[in-house]
């Protein structure tokens, strides 16, 4: 894809598109769900993939951008997975001021990268996202870390927490906030964590641990970050992770397309849909959707490195 042009208006097209079936074989709802009441101040989406489209009803990224921005989502962090997804990053956050880029070479990717291609080339990878991680455009690196539900076998895990070493001295060298996607690996990330160094700004993205894991990340400094997963029925622990985590710790996310929040869990997910998740943490929390609403606000602003441009487009109060 070549350079888009200096124009903030032009647009980006999707590079990828989700799945149509779910991994059961089960065609999925892609019927865009309806925009929620605006939130009374504005939240940033903290986590979102707005190269992927959602089937044939999926929304450009300006029309994403333009529509969080109706319901009071004013930023988003658009994060790469791999070397071209760390590209587009970029390219996006140049077109787009209320837009910031992560990069990085996601733990499956890059276990498949070093299993089908070799160890060369996944050096490779993870040399161009250190010469990205250098763009004034990302603010971080991620997302990066460990999963072990997809990736099983023990040596392409060993690949993983290599690479998750990497990534962690790519953020220092850079003053780069670390984003981690921990997947049934709790206590490893931790591990390579204390072993490598716990970053200067560290977010748990689309947080998926109990209290006490809750409590450890804590400890080590980090925000957590909850999007649509703490909304659904079965997410009982999940809330009580949320429930102990101090406000000024929490942010929010959508992990756009994926992990929709209730009530419309399965269908096309995008950063308009966050006043759901943010709702449902005011309610956890027992606080002042406001408050709470300023409060992530600013934690993202925090856990980021400072406040970026939003969109200029003010929401409409709510409640």
Known sequence: MSEPGAQPQADVQARERRAETTEQ????????????????????????????????????????????????????????CDVEGSRWAVRAARIWPSVIASVAIHPNDAARLAHD???????????????????????????????????REVDDQAVQREAFAAHLAIAADHDRTVVIHDRDAHADVLDVL???????????????????????????????????????????TLREALAITPLDRIITETDAPYLTPEPYRGRPNASYLIPHTARLIASVLDKDLATV??????????????????VTQEPTAGH
Request: aromatic share 6%.
């Open 25 to 80: 074989g089960q065609r999925r709802n892609l019927d865009r769900p309806p925009l929620p009441e605006p939130l009374p101040a504005p939240v940033a989406d903290t986590h979102c993939h707005l190269d992927v489209a959602d089937g044939h009803t999926h929304l450009s990224p300006a029309e994403a951008i333009e529509l969080a921005a109706e319901v009071g989502i004013d930023r988003i962090v658009q994060v790469g």
């Open 117 to 151: 291609h070799g160890r060369d080339d996944l050096d490779l990878a993870l040399a161009e996202i250190d010469r990205l991680a250098a763009d004034d455009h990302v603010r971080a690196v991620g997302e990066t870390g460990l999963d072990y539900f997809r990736t």
């Open 194 to 236: 204390d072993a490598e160094g716990i970053p200067g700004r560290l977010v748990f993205h689309a947080f998926s641990g109990d209290a006490d894991f809750a409590r450890a990340c804590l400890d080590r400094g980090a925000y957590l970050s909850f999007g649509g997963a703490v909304t659904f029925k079965n997410a009982g």
């Open 293 to 310: 609403c300023r409060s992530l606000g600013e934690n993202a602003s925090a856990a980021f490195g400072g406040r970026w441009p939003s």
